[in-house]
């Protein structure tokens, strides 16, 4: 080889310097070899070894010293100074197949030689405790300890070292060094495990080793070696309540209280597992009581009162711990007692003074702001225990078996309609009596009523299944009797008389006959009629025409809805129905007479309202016929001028830490020294209620002669005049505020209204602001907010409006203020099993444009019930052609205002029959205080009654059936969840009252009306919401494979039939989310309507379209607010992506992507068929912006 190297080298003569890096390489090369065949070797070695351990575990136990040998050599590897040897021993011992583990935990349990189950515990000790430093390899390594330490647990490894710790100890006769070695090296290989196996702590229990555990730190407390690992396990046992609950009985906190005394102030790790251990134990109120009676409470007192000599992240970890575990302590009365002293409060406010200005001190000083509130003497709002929006309920009641407030779901109770009170009808005009003809003398068939409680379908599930708990909920348990559910057949018009409707449905289930041909023919028989008419009566007659023919059929229909015994009184009455159905034919005879009408509402607020008049005239004439719980005194200005926002982009808001922190500081001095701050009531709502000092107040609750209007053009024309206070007004429709108090000169704290007959669901606040100084600051604070976060913290401002601006030419809401954030404060609430909770503050400064204007303040944009049912007639007025609306009174609410069911289509035709149609059916509003769904739900209606192609193509394929409010009562009087049953109505779908909850009650009747009698489900059922947690819009749905019945997963699931809609809607709206929507079906969401649409009606696309109060973050609008024109897009856009829903696909492969979150990532619909394909990108979802604890549900339905 030299010589070729040579004889090489010979003729190109190279310089020295170049051949000695040649040299160089070579000898690198030489010593690689070395080394491979050194670590070959190693690896023959340590194979060696592992074969005898193999061998060993299969002879007789009693071989000993082969045993001890072979594990003393193996841990002699691990200890080695030589690198390539550890590593090559804990490569043999990580590798899960070559089964070196399981050998060493067999021999563990089985050897009763401590040598060798002291060479094991050191070997289990290197493979799997995590080593200290930096480095690849030793992260690396580290990563390899994790993954081993799972299997490891897997092989049941944490039961076995638990078991030899407990032999050891009970084990007297050998007491040496070698076991207190072998214990030492047990207690660091169980650190590790208990920090990787969740089941740690039931573990130790099952074993009977929790007090063993507490025994080894008693007496070991002050034994450096072994108190690291003792406090880890610890620590861990702390998390789990039944093991918290052994060790405080065993007296653990006496120990804790004596380790602290012995670690001392040093900001030391075993200080922080310390503390973050008696951070769990205080979860337990008898922890809490104990922390207090050993003075442990002072100790950490001590400790956080040094927290300036604490550094780095150490530091943040220390005081989190201490702080959480005084909010513990507060849960009591006695941890308050020891926390309220003046050498405590002033430590904590102290910490407050001095706190850096850094935003990870934030946190910190919250809790400490927290803390001082909770402990001080606990302070109620100034406003008395019982709300003056007060409806009582008895003569509703009366006469009925209804139990008030309703009982659970599950709770056999016959909720059919003999319990409704019949004296609501006396006053109630003759009845519209369209297509009734045929129907007192009608009964279906035997075949059409056996299978009539039970679907086909949901028969071969339930046998499927077997006769499991959760089958029940397949069956609808309060499906009503096909004779009930015959009288909203004058609901559906549109589709002809009950007996023509019955006559359809049997013709479309006749394979031989056709529907068209059948429909024509009944349309034959009747001669000089036209298709309008034939629709119905209200289409071609006025408001005040129906009035002379029929008397007002509002209240007809809520006599037909509402009277269980409807059948037997109108046999009764044969004969004035003869003489009704007369004055019928002769109204028909009048119209062709050449009688018109442009409005196609018979709604009864409608009735006398002129068609010339403007809206705010309308508006103010509709809001005087409302019936409201406290009497109104005015209408407000935004109301009646439409209350549309200003079409410009407003950015979310970024908070001022340095002024939240300022708040939240005077938050905390105003609890202290109360005496500091002045406390001048300028508006209490209660007072003026139970007096009649007002000359403002009407005299009566039902007086319809009192005008309702607004002068505040008149109010801000009149000349300036400076005032030192504000005042305030809510007396008007969805007005909230109960009561203002002046604390300072520009400063105002606000009290809410709760939801009717409650007191409790704050959130919405809407009212009036006036005698304002122009370009100064105003503090509004309001107080007693119920939600333990807000979207207010993360970009969200409040909207105003400006009369004197709307006057100028800049009309409609915007969003206003700076130095918003929300904190808790220090006002408890009364009347609670938990008296410790306090209500939280909303806080933002408003400076106001002008001197001396009337302005509005409220959550969000709102919207009445007074503008639906304006914005109803005015596009009553403004028909397209072929256009077919009608609005009617489904119901009356418990306080006898009306509840309007919207059916909206195109004109019937013999090539477009209107019979052939899918329904579409939407509903709204069922939580008064998301307006926004209202404004989506007007975007709804307004692109469906407009003179465009695309609206005209979606009127003549849908018929569209619409309930625009379903909490009329929550929304009149400016509640937040519930109505006046104190009930959210959202939980009430599948066992609705007919008395208590009369809209939702007869909703689903409709429904159920279309799926049982008229054959044919809706095609799609979509309530609006409004989301307080999340941003953007999206949709909940309802997918079987991801619902928590095991039954739902069963049945094979079609996601291409709930996907489709928001896919398109992805497509089509700027504004649409895809990432946040969800199709789980959860327990706790059954009664939703959602849910019960789906499940009970089997409508498959059932919907919760979600609106976000805030804004966007992703989208072309990200970084931005929503404002009125946003939701009513986003209702254009849900009619656009309903014209493009095919429901014929059948040959259509979808694929969803999702990420590590769940969240929607991608939808992929490829039509085979048409060789098309939609796919759908979206970003990461929208996740909530914290974790919310709120004790309503409206973030989901």
Known sequence: MAEIESGEAQPNAEPQDQVEPQTQQEIKKTSKKKSDTFRMADESAAECLFDRLRQHQQRAPDATEVARAITARINSRLTSHDKHIRQTSLEKLWNKHSGALQMLVSILETSRDSATCTYITSILRETLCLKPGKGKRLSANNLMRQQCAEDFIAMKGTQAIVRKLLGILHDKRERHASSELLQQDLLWILAPLGSRDPKFAMKVRMLGCVRTMHLILKGHFTDNKIIFPL????????????????LIRDGVISTYERIMVSLGFIPTARLRLCLDAIDYFSKNKVCCMQIVKTGLSTVLLRVFDRWDRYEGRMRLKICAHILQTLQHLCNIKAGRRALCTKKHVQTLHRFCSHCPDEPEFDGLLARVCSVITLCLKHQALPVAAASPAMFNLNPILKGTNTLWPCQDEEDNVNSDSKTVNSDADDDGPEPDLDSIEEFPDFDLDESE??????????????????????????INPNERDIEDLKKYFIFFKEFGSYNKQVRLVKSRSNSRGSILEDFLISQANIKNMTSSLNLSLSTVLGANECDNLFGTSSSYQYYKVHESACQPRRRQHGSSMITTIKKYFQGLKRIFGGCASTSCSSLKIHKDISKYSPFSSVYCTISSKVKSVIPFVKVAYPDMTGGQSQNIPEPLNQMERTACRNK????????????????????????????????????????????????????????????????????????NLRKAIQVGPREYELILMPDVNSNKRHQWFYFEVRNMQQGRPYIFNIVNCEKSDSQFNFGMKPVMYSVKEAISGRQGWVRAGTDICYYRNSYHYAHQRNLNKCYLTVTFNIEFPHNNDVCYLAYHFPYTYSMMMARIWHWSLQMPAGAYLRAETLCYSLNNNEIPLVTISADDTPSNPIVEREIIFLTSRVHPGESNASWVMDGTLGYLLGDTPAAAALRAKYVFKIVPMLNVEGVINGCHRCGLTNEDLNRRWCKPSPV?????????????????????????????????????????????????????????????KYLMLPA??????????????????????????????????????????????????????????????????????????????????????????????????????NDQGENSEIGVDSEPGSAPDSVLKTDSDEDFD
């Open 231 to 246: 406090l880890v396990i610890m620590k861990q046992l702390a998390k789990n309540s039944v093991t918290t609950s052994v």
């Open 449 to 474: 009523t056996k299978s009539e409680t039970i679907p086909e379908d949901t028969e071969k599930v339930i046998s499927k299944s077997g006769d499991s708990i959760q089958s029940a909920i397949w």
């Open 664 to 735: 939240l500081l005077s938050c905390v001095d105003r609890a202290i020294n109360p005496e500091a701050y002045m406390y001048e009531v300028i508006y209490d709502l209660d007072q003026l209620c139970s007096g009649s000092s007002d000359p403002n107040t009407p005299k009566s609750l039902s007086c319809e002669s009192f005008y309702l209007c607004n002068n505040d053009e008149q109010e801000v024309a009149k000349m300036n005049t400076f005032s030192t206070r504000l005042s305030f007004e809510s007396r008007f429709e969805s007005g």
């Open 996 to 1056: 208590l909850h009369p809209s939702i009650y007869h909703t689903k009747g409709l429904i159920e009306y279309l799926v049982r009698v008229w054959k044919k489900p809706p095609l799609v059922y979509c309530d609006y919401h409004g989301h307080s947690r999340k941003k953007n819009v999206f949709f909940y749905g309802c997918a079987g494979a991801e619902s928590w019945c095991s039954n739902d997963r069963m049945v094979q699931d079609e996601p291409v």
């Open 1064 to 1165: 398109l809607m992805h497509r089509i709206s700027a504004a649409f989310a895809l990432g946040s929507c969800s199709f789980r079906v959860e327990k706790e969401r059954e009664s939703t309507a959602r849910v019960t649409v789906w499940r009970h009606l089997r409508v498959t696309r059932s919907y919760t379209m979600e609106a976000s109060f805030c804004g966007f973050d992703k989208g072309p609008f990200k970084g931005f607010h929503l404002n009125t024109q946003h939701l009513q897009n986003v209702g254009g856009d849900f009619c656009e992506a309903l014209t493009s829903l095919n429901d014929a696909a059948t040959n259509v492969d979808i694929q969803i992507t999702k990420d590590l979150n769940g969240n929607i990532v991608e939808i992929s619909i």
